[in-house]
């Protein structure tokens, strides 16, 4: 079989961007190389890689667990299906990080529910100051610390546990997370690539999927410092509600931002002093 043979069986099962990504794993040709070399033979090892590679994806395995990585904020993350791939969205809390680090000298940071690690990495890496980092599940964290070293150099302040309960004693200026949001009617609407991700990762409790992110706002003002701010990601649908939740345990200068699509993803809080 020739690799522009395998290429037009490729297609006829699965769009362009993925069959280039197929057949750079399954042959090791770039996209320049898949043109240039399209009449060379693939070998049968080759081809059987291909087809498995094609037959994992049509099963519903999404391209970034297939590939073990996925690239965010200019990085490449490694990941596998014990943690949720990383947004473009997602940058808009790394953003928002960043800029509202610039109230402090230096400050101390930490991404909840790092999952990936994609934001304590992101935002380490940005401002060449350690954030630490938690999740509540030993693999993910084993991957967020891996993330974390091979982007910054450093090894990370990673902790094990739920929510904040690893933080106990500990004070930040600025608390970021991206914590499970959706509510299970949101979540059955998603596509099945999502439903290949932790289930974990998504569903956040209650009708509204609010209940982890109410339980993080109601615990973070004993570990936040005067004027520490509390950043979350959430849905657009959720930003009212969320307002108010912040209002009620004291936060101040609220404020949404919105992501790439222009809808609100993004809340941030002061605490009082």
């Known amino acids: 079989m020739r690799l522009s043979e395998l290429r037009r069986e490729l ?4 769009d362009q961007v993925d069959a280039r990504i197929i057949i750079r794993l399954a042959t090791g040709l770039d996209e ?5 070399e399209s009449n060379m033979e693939v070998t049968e090892e080759m081809e059987k890689k291909a087809f498995s590679l094609l037959r994992e994806r049509l099963s519903g395995t999404p391209m970034a667990y297939i590939m073990g990585e996925k690239e965010f904020y200019g990085h490449t993350f490694r990941v596998s299906p014990a943690v949720l791939i990383p947004r473009p969205d997602t940058e808009t809390l790394v953003d928002t990080v960043i800029r509202l680090s610039r109230r402090f000298s230096k400050p101390r940071i930490l991404d909840l529910c790092t999952g990936s690690g994609a934001i304590a ?3 380490a890496y940005e401002l060449k100051l350690p954030v630490a980092l938690s999740d509540i599940s030993p693999e993910a964290l084993d991957t967020a610390k ?8 450093h ?3 990673a902790r094990l546990g739920s929510l904040l309960s690893p933080w ?5 200026d600025i608390i970021a997370s991206n914590p499970p949001y959706l509510n299970e009617e949101w979540y059955i609407e998603t596509d099945q690539d999502i439903k290949a991700e932790p289930l974990s990762a998504f ?6 999927g609010l209940d982890l992110i109410r339980i993080i706002i109601e615990a973070s003002p004993a570990y936040l ?3 520490g701010i509390l950043a979350l990601e959430c849905d657009y649908r959720q930003m009212g509600i969320c307002v108010n939740l912040l209002e009620k345990e004291g936060f101040t200068d609220i404020h949404t931002v919105r992501d790439l699509a222009d809808k609100e993803r993004v809340i941030y809080g002061r605490r009082l002093p």
């Open 168 to 172: 106990k004693g500990c004070t930040f």
């Open 203 to 208: 569903i956040g409790g209650g009708n509204d």
């Open 32 to 36: 320049v190389h898949q043109i240039t």
């Open 121 to 123: 990495a992101s935002v």
């Open 146 to 153: 891996a993330n974390y070293k091979q982007i910054t150099g």
């Open 11 to 14: 297609l006829s099962r699965i």
């Open 155 to 157: 090894d990370a302040d």
């Open 225 to 227: 410092s005067p004027d």
